[in-house]
């Protein structure tokens, strides 16, 4: 890995910190989030060597509820409206048990 300026690292920090911000604002909708709910966004290094590399975890954080963990085998600039629709898809059938 080369050299790597403060003003890049700022500059790498504040478009991922876009796109999560984005992708929480599409899966609040999604997910029917009310205000007292919140979403965290994170893409993290996947360890499994199936894994493409990174992968983005999504934790739900409902009000009176346990948090559960959302895992997207993709880095958090691929999640495309089908990997949101599978986990909310996903995050609804958990509520229901």
């Known amino acids: 890995m080369g050299y790597v300026t403060l003003r890049t690292?700022?500059?790498?920090?504040?478009?991922t910190a876009a796109r999560a911000a984005?992708?929480?604002?599409?899966?609040a909708?999604?997910?029917?989030?009310g205000p007292q709910d919140a979403l965290s966004v994170t893409e993290v290094a996947?360890?499994?060597?199936?894994c493409a590399g990174l992968e983005t975890v999504v934790l739900v954080l409902r009000a009176g509820e346990p948090s559960r963990a959302i895992r997207l085998a993709?880095?958090?600039?691929?999640?495309?409206d089908e990997a949101i629709w599978a986990a909310c898809e996903g995050?609804?059938?958990?509520?229901r048990r």
Not at 9 to 15: F, G, I, V
Not at 29 to 33: E, G, K, Q, S, V
Not at 91 to 95: H, I, N, P
Request: aromatic share 2%.
């Open 29 to 33: 909708a999604a997910l029917d989030l």
């Open 9 to 15: 690292w700022r500059q790498r920090s504040a478009a």
């Open 91 to 95: 995050e609804r059938l958990q509520r």
């Open 22 to 27: 984005t992708l929480k604002a599409r899966l």
């Open 74 to 80: 993709c880095a958090l600039d691929a999640v495309d």
């Open 46 to 50: 996947c360890a499994d060597p199936a």
